[in-house]
């Protein structure tokens, strides 16, 4: 599987979290991945892996997205902005195999596919000064 179909998957995992409580997610998890057979060992420990990457950093990522997002706190922002924006900042600023680029290039893609009419111009411009600070 491409990386960027890894990425999907793993957008959908943490928009899947948004309706489940934590004690639901590891059957959640299962009941993903048992649909997407066949799939490689290799690509669902990926998948798992950045997902539960992701969710341990949760905190420290809402935090960042509500200092940059004026009028848009990450409690009043749709769900699939959100899990979109959560894995692409994960991705700036602690996944180093992912160039800052690329993590927003696919992040507006995901967000314009599966979110609103505005939503790829949204997760832009907030990725835009997430980046900004963190120095790319």
């Known amino acids: 599987m491409r990386r ?3 990425r999907e998957h793993i957008f959908k995992l943490l928009f899947v979290s948004e309706f489940n409580t934590p004690d639901e ?3 959640q998890l ?3 991945f048992e649909d997407l057979a066949p799939l490689s060992p290799e690509d669902q420990e990926y998948m798992e892996n950045k997902y539960r990457k992701v969710q341990e950093h949760l905190e420290e990522i809402d935090v960042l997205l509500n200092s940059v997002s004026k009028g848009w706190k ?3 922002m749709n769900r699939v902005d ?3 924006l959560r894995l692409a900042v994960y991705e700036v600023n602690y996944d180093e195999d992912v160039p800052t680029g690329v993590a927003i290039n696919e992040a ?3 967000a314009k596919r599966f ?3 505005e939503s790829g111009s949204f997760v832009n411009g907030i990725l835009g000064k997430v980046a900004r600070d ?3």
């Open 4 to 6: 960027s179909e890894l």
């Open 25 to 27: 997610m590891p059957e």
């Open 30 to 32: 299962a009941l993903y």
């Open 82 to 84: 959100l899990a979109t």
């Open 74 to 76: 990450t409690k009043r």
């Open 115 to 117: 979110g609103g009419d």
């Open 108 to 110: 507006v893609e995901l």
């Open 134 to 136: 963190a120095g790319e």
